[in-house]
C-alpha cells in the first residue's frame, strides 16, 4: 500500500481549512502532518482534528510534524506566509513571503524531499517560480493552485446565472492569479454548446469582474478567504495521489517565458504530464501577453 503522505506548511486558515477537508472528504491521504511556528497551535489543531475520526469517510494517521517528515512525503503543501491585508494585492506581499519561502524551501530540501510541492501562498504565481528555484526540483513537480479556485467560482457563477450544474461549464479563468487573469471566453461551453448561446457580452463582462474581485469582496468582509481553497486543494491532491490525469488550470512552469503561470495541465502522480495550448483570439492573445509582463515584473522586483 502506497504511503500517500502529505505535510502542510503553515497552518493557518488556508492550511487548516485544507486539512479538515482532507479529513472530512474521502481522499487518497493516509498519513497527515502539520508543521507551524506556533507549537501549541499545531497540538490543538491535531487533537481536534483527530477527534473528527470516528465520524470521518476514511482513517488518517494524523500528527504534528516536523521538516524532517517531508524526506517521505509525497506532496508537501505550502500556505505561510504573511495574509493579504484588506486594501492590499496579493503583489504587496512579494518580498515579505520570498524571505520566508526560502528559509522553509531550504529546510525541506534537507529532508531528501522528491515528491511534489503545491503552493498556495501569495502572490502565488511569484511565490511557485520561487519554490521552483530554491528547490531544484524539475518543473513537473512544482505547481502552485494557480486559477483553479478562480475557474470554479467561474463556473458556479456561470451555472448560477443560467441554471446548468457547474460540473457542465467548462470554462478556465487562465494567466495571473491577481488582478490580470483573464478567461478565454472562444474556448468556453457548456456540454458541447458555445457559451455564447447562453451569455452576452455584458453577461461576460458583469461575471469576469464578479470572479476578478470574488477574493477582495470575502476579504473585505470576513477577513480572508479559506474554505474554497481548502476543496480545491484537497481535489488537487487527489488528482495528484490518484494519478488521474485530470485537467486543472494551475500556476505551471513556463518555459518560454521563465515564469509560472496558470494554464490547463494535465495532472497525476508525476505532477504535471503537460500543458495544454489552447487556441486565443486576438483580444485573448493580448491579455495573456499582459499577464505574462505583469509576472515577469515583479519577479524582477524580488529581493
Not at 502552485?144 to 470554479?152: E, H
Not at 486543472?248 to 513556463?254: C, I, K, P, Q, T
Request: glycine share 8%; proline share 3%; aromatic share 8%.
Amino acid at each position: 500500500m502506497e504511503k500517500n503522505k502529505v505535510v502542510i506548511i503553515g497552518c493557518g486558515n488556508v492550511g487548516m481549512s485544507y486539512a479538515y477537508a482532507l479529513v472530512n472528504q474521502r481522499t487518497y491521504v493516509n498519513e497527515l502532518a502539520l508543521i507551524d511556528l506556533n507549537q501549541d497551535r499545531i497540538e490543538g489543531e491535531v487533537m481536534d482534528l483527530n477527534h473528527c475520526l470516528p465520524y470521518a469517510p476514511g482513517k488518517i494517521y494524523i500528527h504534528g510534524g516536523t521538516y524532517k517528515d517531508c524526506g517521505d512525503a509525497d506532496i508537501v503543501m505550502i500556505a505561510a506566509g504573511a495574509n493579504q491585508k484588506p486594501g492590499e494585492t496579493r503583489l504587496d506581499l512579494i518580498n515579505k513571503n520570498a524571505a520566508i519561502f526560502k528559509d522553509i524551501i531550504g529546510q525541506v530540501m534537507e529532508s531528501g524531499f522528491n515528491g511534489i510541492f503545491l503552493v498556495a501562498t501569495n502572490p502565488l504565481d511569484i511565490m511557485t517560480y520561487i519554490t521552483y528555484k530554491y528547490s531544484g526540483l524539475k518543473d513537473n513537480q512544482v505547481i502552485g493552485s494557480g486559477t483553479s479556485l478562480d475557474s470554479a467560482r467561474l463556473r458556479y457563477n456561470i451555472g448560477e446565472r443560467i441554471e446548468i450544474n457547474p460540473k457542465n461549464i467548462h470554462a478556465y479563468v487562465i494567466g495571473e492569479h491577481g488582478d490580470s487573469e483573464f478567461i478565454p471566453w472562444s474556448n468556453a461551453s457548456v456540454g458541447l454548446q458555445s457559451i455564447n448561446d447562453y451569455l452576452n457580452e455584458e453577461d461576460m463582462k458583469k461575471i469576469e469582474d464578479e470572479v476578478r474581485n470574488a477574493a477582495y469582496e470575502i476579504i473585505n468582509k470576513k477577513g480572508a478567504t479559506y474554505y474554497g481553497i481548502g476543496v480545491t486543494l484537497v481535489r488537487i491532491t487527489n488528482a495528484i495521489l490518484g494519478d488521474e490525469n485530470l485537467v486543472f488550470a494551475l500556476s505551471n512552469y513556463d518555459p518560454e517565458n521563465n515564469i509560472y503561470v496558470s494554464t490547463p495541465v494535465v495532472l497525476n502522480r508525476k505532477g504535471v504530464k503537460k500543458r495544454i495550448y489552447i487556441k486565443l483570439n486576438d483580444k485573448e492573445t493580448e491579455l495573456m501577453n499582459n499577464t505574462i509582463k505583469v509576472i515577469k515584473e515583479n519577479i524582477d522586483k524580488i529581493n
